[in-house]
């Protein structure tokens, strides 16, 4: 069963569980595709994670901003 407490664990040790290294997928993936994945904001690892969720304004005001639009889609 996964946890909050597990995920905000891992999410507070990026160097110990690094996206470079691999990710969890349910179909198996070539490696070019996984190679891609590192390309994507879920794949980046700090700091250019960070960086990236910086410069395009992924903040939590902005983010939060967003919510009452996308809810009703999330719902549904």
């Known amino acids: 069963m ?3 407490a597990d995920v905000a664990s891992v999410s507070r040790q990026p160097d ?3 996206s470079a290294r691999g990710f969890v997928v349910i179909e198996p993936l070539a490696e070019s595709q996984l190679a891609m994945l ?4 879920r794949g980046m690892d700090p ?3 960070t960086k990236y969720r910086r410069r395009h304004s992924l903040t939590p005001r902005s ?3 967003l919510t009452p ?3 009703p ?3 549904a």
């Not at 590192?38 to 904001?41: I, Q, Y």
């Open 73 to 75: 889609a999330a719902r």
């Open 38 to 41: 590192r390309f994507t904001l």
């Open 63 to 65: 983010v939060a901003a």
């Open 69 to 71: 639009s996308l809810q």
């Open 47 to 49: 700091p250019e994670h």
């Open 16 to 18: 110990l569980y690094l």
């Open 2 to 4: 996964l946890r909050h």
